[in-house]
């Protein structure tokens, strides 16, 4: 029996998300598999380093079919993939056509049966048994650091044609162009209509390109236009878990914080003290973004 990873990749790179479940799936197995749509075989050969044995190319993710051949070919019991929509969605359909079961929001693999797991929105954690010997695991970010390996990695093209799907029809799809990608960012610049407008956010993404960190935004923020939809953070957006999320006039909802509050620090900069989103801070500012964000960008140059 083997073990699986899908590989995510950002600017084509692995992307640390991936490379963390190589890690963690290294713990779990000898012998790790990968599974790409990357074309470039010369970076493909140099992914022993973090931890692959073999890596499977596929034309495209959707191609379902042959992800169920290779699952079903190579003797595949585990996967272990980072949390994001796209694995989110492959994950199920191979858990519906093949048995296997889904733990998501994964904290800790204790061992290949015993799972710690965020729930309630982050606010506790779960201890899961998982009896079935089929089973896919949905990391959360930065749980653990990635590892380097030593390993020489087999190359297997998978060729077979993309399965029809005739239950819907993909009409439009947008390439999102991030600098730095918000699923994959060390450290999230995330602002709220405190700011009050998008004319503002020029600040926040000075800030953001001096710390090497993501943009993202409030739902309110990205409803009204005046950021994109791919930074909306929370319930109904994004779920992160960066090292640093720094929340610049943003009140700090309960839906808001479902998407965030896994972050390994909270910096909260607010004009009101009582706003709720102090409670959830490891270190907070009180005072006008308009004065406090120029003085941290002065700091840093
Ligand atoms: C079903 C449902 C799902 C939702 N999903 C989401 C979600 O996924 N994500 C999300 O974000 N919201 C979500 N919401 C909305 C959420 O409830 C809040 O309304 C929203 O998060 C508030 O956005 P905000 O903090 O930017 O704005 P506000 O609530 O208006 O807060 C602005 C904050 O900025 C501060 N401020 C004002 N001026 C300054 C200044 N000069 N300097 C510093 N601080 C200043 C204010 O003190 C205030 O705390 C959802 C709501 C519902 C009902």
Request: aromatic share 8%; proline share 3%; charged share 25%.
């Amino acid at each position: 029996m083997s073990t699986l990873v899908f590989i995510d990749l950002n600017k084509s790179k692995i992307s640390e998300s991936s490379a963390q479940a190589a890690t963690i799936a290294n713990q779990l197995d000898d012998k790790v598999y990968g599974l790409t749509t990357y074309n470039d075989d010369d970076y493909i050969s140099s992914l022993g380093n973090k931890g692959f044995d073999k890596v499977f190319k596929i034309d495209d993710f959707k191609n379902f079919d042959a992800i169920k051949e290779t699952i079903i070919n190579h003797k595949i019991n585990t996967i272990v993939s980072p949390n994001i929509n796209l694995f989110k969605e492959l994950a199920s359909k191979i858990s519906i056509k093949l048995n296997f079961s889904i733990t998501s929001n994964v904290l800790e693999i204790v061992d290949n049966n015993s799972i710690i797991s965020s729930i309630f929105t982050g606010k506790a954690e779960s201890q899961i048994n998982v009896d079935n010997e089929n089973r896919i695991y949905l990391l959360n970010k930065n749980i653990i650091d990635s590892k380097e390996f030593d390993k020489k990695v087999d190359i297997i093209r998978i060729d077979s044609k993309i399965s029809q799907n005739d239950n819907f029809e993909i009409l439009d799809q947008t390439l999102i162009e991030e600098d730095i990608s918000l699923n994959d960012a060390d450290i999230v610049i995330s602002a709220g209509r405190g700011l009050k407008g998008p004319e503002n956010w020029k600040m926040i993404e000075e800030l953001a390109k001096k710390l090497n960190a993501a943009t993202a935004c409030s739902k309110p923020v990205s409803d009204a236009g005046w950021r994109p939809h791919h930074e909306h953070v929370g319930q109904t957006g994004l779920k992160i878990s960066p090292k640093i999320y720094f929340a610049i006039g943003i009140s700090g909802a309960i839906q808001h914080l479902a998407g965030v509050n896994s972050s390994k620090t909270i910096i909260v900069i607010n004009n009101d003290p009582d706003a709720p989103f102090f409670k959830a801070a490891d270190y907070g500012i009180v005072g006008d973004a308009f004065e406090v964000i120029p003085k941290i960008i002065n700091s840093l140059s």
